[in-house]
């Protein structure tokens, strides 16, 4: 009885693994083979912050600003970060247009500080997908 029962066992177990076996091939035959030593190029996203000046007094709309340069801009990775002011992920000042661009992000979401030169300290999140180019305006009274 002890060896019928062993031989049920094994046929069932060998019936069961040819459907696993086949999925198993199928499955390999669908995998996308990469060349040795290649390395797949990042999708980065893109973020361009603008930095101006309005004055509500003059321009209560803000429809004309004027670009204000040397600012610092930095991102980090999490609030806490931004909060302590380190690590920071990226940072850059904005040219003579008020324009700072960021390139290579890999991170879904990025924490702002920009530090204006009259030491006004200002700070947002960002959403930045893989692939994207996110736009940041930020205009100052």
């Not at 693994?17 to 091939?25: N, R, S, T």
């Not at 609030?79 to 992920?89: K, M, S, V």
């Not at 999140?125 to 305006?137: E, H, N």
Request: aromatic share 10%; proline share 9%; net charge negative.
């Amino acid at each position: 009885m002890m060896s019928r029962l062993h031989s049920t066992f094994c046929f069932s177990s060998l019936r069961n693994a040819a459907p696993l076996a086949m999925l198993f091939l199928l499955l390999s035959a669908c995998a996308k083979h990469e060349n040795p030593g290649e390395v797949p190029a990042p999708n980065y996203a893109q973020l361009e912050v603008r930095v101006s000046r309005c004055n509500p007094a003059l321009d209560p709309f803000c429809e004309s600003t004027d670009p204000i340069a040397g600012a610092a801009v930095f991102l980090f990775t999490h609030e806490q970060f931004q909060q302590y002011g380190d690590p920071i992920a990226f940072q850059c000042s904005t040219s003579s247009t008020g324009l700072c661009t960021f390139n290579t992000l890999d991170a879904p979401e990025y924490w702002v500080t920009i530090l204006l030169p009259g030491g006004q300290n200002l700070k947002t999140s960002i959403k930045t997908p893989a692939g994207s180019k996110s736009f940041l305006p930020v205009v100052v009274e």
